[in-house]
């Protein structure tokens, strides 16, 4: 067990509304990445941070935006939801063994956004 | 170009028998290779990190990389039906700290 923990672990809403996951962490890892996944496209990176503060984007990050204001949260944010967010949604985090350190993931959230 | 390719199955093979999933990738400075285990529903879970040329193993698996070829595989000996999952390549180059996930391989072993 990593000790990460994402909420929520299921949600589902409508069009237009805005919604919020978290991930938690409590291992004082330095990166946290978030994820979605879809059935054909694998793994894609949303945004990860490298620290408090300090975020970038990834391959999808078009209409989502993220926080880090503290070492153990990191939340991503849908701030008006299209049906094609709909999707599983993963946080991982890395940094116990140096740069090249594997990652290690969250439970995920499933989004369903009707 | 894909970052990182697999070959996304299925692939069957029957209990006992060896299991070999490939990958490929296609920036030859990436350092950092790694094999994840996913069961349906569920998260990816870290089994195998290679980081130099040669073979690794651990139990029954074996991660075996090539940088000359940009050539990522795992053996799984002695397959279970439990080994059952979609098996995810993902590779970490040696700038940045973003990982490239190729789109898994799905692993069906018959009891």
């Known amino acids: 067990d990593a000790g990460i923990t994402q909420s929520p672990r299921h949600k589902v809403t409508e069009t237009g509304t805005p919604v919020t996951l978290r991930c938690h962490q409590t291992?004082?890892?330095?990166?946290m990445y978030w994820y979605r996944q879809d059935p054909g496209h694998g793994l894609r990176l949303i945004h990860y941070?490298?620290?408090?503060?300090?975020?970038d984007k990834g391959e999808v990050s078009d209409g989502y935006s993220v926080s880090r204001s503290k070492t153990e949260d990191f939340l991503l944010t849908l701030e008006s939801a299209t049906s094609s967010q709909t999707s599983v949604y993963f946080c991982?985090?890395?940094?116990?063994?140096?740069?090249?350190?594997?990652?290690?993931f969250g439970d995920g959230t499933r989004l369903s956004i009707l | 170009q894909k970052e990182v390719e697999q070959n996304s199955g299925p692939l069957s093979v029957p209990e006992g028998a060896i299991a070999s999933l490939n990958c490929t990738y296609s920036?030859?400075?990436?350092?950092?290779f790694f094999w994840y285990r996913q069961y349906s529903g569920k998260s990816p879970e870290l089994i195998m990190s290679?980081?130099?040329?040669g073979d690794k193993e651990d139990g029954r698996f074996t991660a075996q990389l090539n940088k000359a070829s940009q050539y990522v595989s795992l053996l799984i000996r002695d397959s279970q039906p439990s080994d059952s999952a979609t098996y995810l390549c993902?590779?970490?180059?040696?700038?940045?700290?973003?990982?490239?996930f190729g789109t898994g391989t799905s692993l069906t072993v018959i009891p």
């Open positions: 941070s490298y620290g408090v503060k300090d975020t």
């Open positions: 291992e004082n890892h330095r990166y």
């Open positions: 290679i980081y130099s040329n």
């Open positions: 920036d030859r400075g990436s350092q950092s």
């Open positions: 991982a985090i890395s940094g116990t063994q140096g740069r090249e350190g594997p990652q290690h």
């Open positions: 993902a590779v970490k180059k040696n700038t940045g700290n973003q990982f490239y």
